[in-house]
């Protein structure tokens, strides 16, 4: 009797939670400072001790019901928010509590990937929706328990809808999105909603009139690759509840980038700096936490014509810590708007700063043809 063939049994869904601490910067202030508890909080320089040009770093939610928001100059948000208390930044705090934040988690969990100081992928050891859900609420019970931090927390089989579902979270909450409701649970979100289309990609969409995660699933590829290329693709497949699969590094970390999509195009070098620096802190922070060091640093723009460049550069051995980062970061800024003040001049909608080489700490420095393509894994 012939042996029938083997049936192929589908692997079990892979959960993700998404964690993204609230307010964090005030969120640790305020772990020493409970008086200041349901006041609004800025941190960030204070107008009120002389002009700045300075931004707001993190608002507590009181400060934002007010239109506070990050990022937002500090002068505004002094002018939206008149009584709001002021406090300066404390980096090496933040980073502390971040590891803190980092061990906790991974107490927890088998996998943890740090995606920037307040946010963190973490690989749920659960087989379905509701084993998720309990994972994600005993985690964020314990955060508040032994850190006394708050966080927001998406969970879905998919690292990008984990994290809209943790925005769709704040403050405080969890958000469920099994794999046959993603769709249903985009639909009706602005587009802007969608990690990596900022208002520059989202006016796009808008003048083809697509303004919900619904309609885009609806648009024609034709119409999104025109305008979008392939990116145009892979948000209707995203909006239409079947996103690309994720590609993860196999035999250990390779690469780790962290981006951003500007608030408005800038080509204001001063803002364009700042961004710069807050990646490569942020960046570094990441790297520190997860143990590893750096080697290449690379630098990507993209223009506001959609058009993206970068540049590379390698140090002459492995680095850890912001400085070399943000230092050849600024370098690479240089050189690429040099280029561009002699062309076209184009503004800025979006920079990434990316480090390449990496290798763990005490590991011995491998030889650089045994480096491959990496995969970065990016955060807005």
């Known amino acids: 009797m012939p042996a029938l063939p083997a049936r192929r049994v589908p692997e079990p869904d892979r959960w993700v939670a998404y964690v993204d601490m609230d307010a964090f910067y005030v969120s640790c202030e305020l772990t020493s400072r409970p008086d200041l508890a349901g006041r609004p909080v800025i941190v960030g320089p204070d107008p009120a001790r002389g002009p700045t040009r300075g931004v707001v770093l993190s608002a507590s939610y009181e400060a934002r019901a007010f239109g506070v928001r990050s990022a937002q100059p500090a002068a505004l948000a002094a002018r939206l928010c008149p ?30 990937v740090a995606l920037s100081i307040d946010e963190a ?26 850190l006394g931090l708050p966080s927001s927390i998406g969970v879905a089989t998919h690292r990008t809808v984990a994290k809209i579902a943790s925005d769709r979270a704040k403050p405080g909450g969890v958000v469920v999105v099994p794999p046959d409701a993603i769709a249903a649970f985009l639909a009706p979100l602005p587009v802007g909603a969608i990690p990596g289309v900022g208002p520059k990609t989202r006016a796009v969409l808008e003048s ?5 995660v619904g309609a885009l699933a609806e648009a024609p590829t034709s119409a999104l690759r025109a305008r979008l290329g392939g990116f145009g693709e892979e948000l209707r ?8 699969p994720e590609v993860e590094v196999e035999h250990g970390p390779r690469s780790r980038s962290a981006a951003r999509t500007l608030p408005a195009d800038s080509a204001d070098r001063s803002e364009l ?9 942020g960046l570094a922070g990441s790297l520190a936490h997860e143990h590893l060091r750096y080697q290449t640093v690379t630098l990507a723009v993209r223009w506001t014509d959609f058009e993206r460049v970068q540049k590379s550069r390698s140090l002459p051995a492995a680095q850890s810590g912001p400085q070399a980062l943000s230092t050849t970061a600024a370098r690479l800024l240089d050189e690429l708007l040099a280029a ?12 990434s700063v990316g480090a390449e080489r990496l290798v763990r700490e005490g590991a ?12 970065a894994l990016t955060v807005k």
């Open 121 to 146: 992928a973490v690989d749920c050891p659960a087989s379905d929706a509701a084993g998720a859900e309990r994972f994600a609420r005993e985690i964020q019970a314990a955060l508040r328990a032994e």
């Open 237 to 244: 497949r995203l909006a239409r509840g079947r996103p690309a």
């Open 273 to 281: 700096d700042r961004d710069v620096t807050e990646l490569a802190v």
């Open 340 to 351: 561009e003040a002699g062309g076209r001049r184009r503004a800025v909608r979006a920079l």
């Open 208 to 212: 083809i009139g697509v303004a919900t």
């Open 83 to 112: 009584e709001a208390v002021w406090l300066p930044a404390d980096f090496p705090r933040y980073e502390a509590m971040a590891e803190s934040v980092r061990a906790g988690l991974r107490r927890r969990s088998p996998r943890v």
């Open 364 to 375: 011995r420095q491998r030889r650089l043809d045994e480096f491959g393509a990496g995969t």
